[in-house]
């Protein structure tokens, strides 16, 4: 990731384009053992007409790692999808916070009601300094809390949104192509679009036929 702390790292994946391909001809009682052009098209074929229960089968296994305010918009994608995060109920180890460089903290933009322009504010370098110290102020409130006996789960309270979590993720080839159809959008908050990006180059080369289908779907 640009921040140099985030990551999507592929652990493992489960299927392949002839997974897709099987699941839809059981219907009549076939199998393909290798992938021919015919099949291709019925990927192709598929994905075009929204028949999306084959590409449900073949899956993949994620760690990443993102903000918490990054975490909560990926998190609104449920539909075949299984996470576990890493929990500072039980961790009290001192975390990570994201903070942009000074030339991504961008200006808000009037004419929408979300989102931003692709300009940094004017006073940039100071608006940088603001956010890192209030990220080390409050890491240094978490620690003291800790040091004075606070439960991780109460002191956990005064980290920002922009602390990083971390968390493993199982999701079907379906559900992948939907979080990136949305995230990869041009209105997606920048931030987003990173991981949807390497999600997106990781599925590519797993799946690289039904891959193609599914995102010119979009």
């Known amino acids: 990731m640009p921040d140099g702390i985030g990551f999507v790292e592929l652990m493992e994946s489960f299927g ?11 219907s009549f009682d076939k199998t393909s053992v290798e992938l021919t052009e015919a099949d291709k098209k019925l990927i192709k074929y598929l994905a075009k007409h929204n028949h999306n229960s084959p590409f449900f089968h073949p899956q ?5 790692k993102m903000p918490i305010f990054v975490c909560r918009e990926w998190f609104r994608h449920t539909v075949g999808l299984a996470r576990n995060e890493v929990s500072r109920r039980y961790v009290d180890s001192l975390p990570e916070c994201w903070v942009p460089d000074a030339m991504n903290i961008r200006e808000r933009d009037p004419k929408v009601k979300q989102g ?26 978490y ?27 199982t999701g079907s080839l379906a559900a992948y192509a939907r979080i990136c ?6 209105s997606a908050q920048k931030e987003i679009r990173d991981y949807a990006t390497a999600v997106h180059e990781c599925m590519s080369g797993i799946f690289p036929v039904s ?6 779907t979009y």
């Open 116 to 141: 931003s322009k692709a300009t940094a504010v004017s006073d940039a370098e100071e608006v940088y300094l603001l956010m890192k110290d209030h990220a080390d102020t409050s890491l240094h409130t």
């Open 181 to 186: 159809q949305l995230r990869l959008d041009p």
């Open 211 to 216: 891959w193609e289908a599914l995102m010119k």
């Open 16 to 26: 392949d384009d002839l997974t897709v391909v099987n699941a839809a001809r059981v």
């Open 143 to 169: 620690q003291t809390l800790l040091e004075r006996g606070v439960a991780p789960e109460v002191a956990r309270s005064v980290l920002p949104q922009g602390m990083f979590s971390e968390f493993i993720e």
């Open 60 to 64: 993949a296994r994620f760690r990443l």
